[in-house]
């Protein structure tokens, strides 16, 4: 199975005790490298700007890739460096050539080891940590260069990915389901948000565990994301879940995201021939950071195998 990372996602600076650090994603590639046999590293590709363009403003592709000579605030939780706009566009390209990659048959699933992260991005500001809006791209390209109609979207991540769904909202051939934490950044995804009838939304309790946890994908979500028969399944993998996570206050363990992958990949098999690309979002513990991608990637490589 591929998994599609830069040199240049290391060198996006948000300067000294940012949760968002390059230490995270050292923390998953060394784990991964060390944990999960048999994966195949691959380099990932700029994004172009005609596939940015398609879910972003030119104000937002000017406002990222004027590279500053220093680190700015674009708001308080949100830095641009000298090293960002190159790291910004190999995150965003990573998805493009994941979508490439399964789509073209040389594998079934893919990760993506990139940052910035990207689902709270939204068409015209960068935000919550997120520069481009990665997933999103990649969905708009799975649209759009592979005729795609039928794309979903699965975020895990802790926080509400409000970008990639205000993105989507009124675009019926994206189906975006999130289980998250409320209230939390970004207090979007109420359960009443229901887009263009496209979007599902479950909010969690702080203190939630496993049990509420796959109660609420089971129940809820799953469902909505199995009856859309997705042709392709794209994850928005965050790991700021787990118990330890300094962000959040959900208390989940590696083993959830084994089986929300599992769950996931089940219903790629069924509409998908298996097709599921994942993107990494949020994580701030390291070792749990490490710990769940190791967890969720080994069951996607699983699942590329079978």
């Avoid at 923390?27 to 046999?37: G, K, S």
């Avoid at 749990?288 to 969720?296: D, F, G, Q, T």
């Amino acid at each position: 199975m591929p998994v599609f990372t830069h040199a240049a996602c290391f060198a996006h600076d948000t300067g000294p005790g940012h949760a968002e650090s390059p230490q995270r994603l050292g923390a998953v590639v060394t784990a991964l490298r060390d944990h999960v046999p048999g994966l195949e590293w691959l380099e990932a590709p700029r994004a172009t700007r005609g596939q940015l363009l398609r879910v972003h403003d030119p104000i937002l592709l000017q406002t990222v890739l004027e590279a500053p000579d220093r680190l700015v605030q674009l708001d308080p939780d949100t830095v641009l460096s000298p090293g960002s706009p190159e790291a910004a566009l190999r995150a965003a390209g990573a998805v493009v050539a994941a979508v490439d990659h399964v789509m073209g048959g040389l594998s079934r699933t893919a990760f993506c080891a990139v940052r910035p992260p990207g689902h709270h991005a939204t068409d015209l500001h960068a935000m919550g940590f997120c520069l481009f809006n990665n997933v999103a791209v990649g969905a708009a390209h799975a649209l759009e260069r592979h005729g795609l109609s039928r794309v979903a979207i699965v975020d895990f991540d802790v926080h509400h990915g409000n970008g990639t769904q205000a993105i989507f909202a009124a675009e019926a051939r994206v189906h975006y389901s999130s289980a998250h934490e409320m209230p939390l950044f970004p207090d979007t995804g109420d359960p009443r948000e229901r887009g263009a009838g496209n979007v599902r939304n479950a909010a969690l309790r702080a203190g939630t565990g496993s049990h509420r946890f796959r109660e609420a994908w089971r129940e809820q979500l799953l469902p909505a994301v199995d009856a859309f028969a997705p042709q392709l399944l794209l994850l928005s993998a965050g790991f700021d879940g787990h118990r330890a996570d300094p962000m959040a206050h959900i208390q989940l363990e590696a083993d959830d995201y084994t089986w929300i992958t599992a769950e996931l990949g089940a219903i790629a098999a069924r509409h998908a021939d298996g097709r599921m690309v994942s993107v990494l979002e949020g994580g701030y513990d390291l070792p749990a950071l490490a710990e769940c991608s190791v967890a969720h990637v080994a069951a996607l490589a699983a699942g590329s195998a079978r």
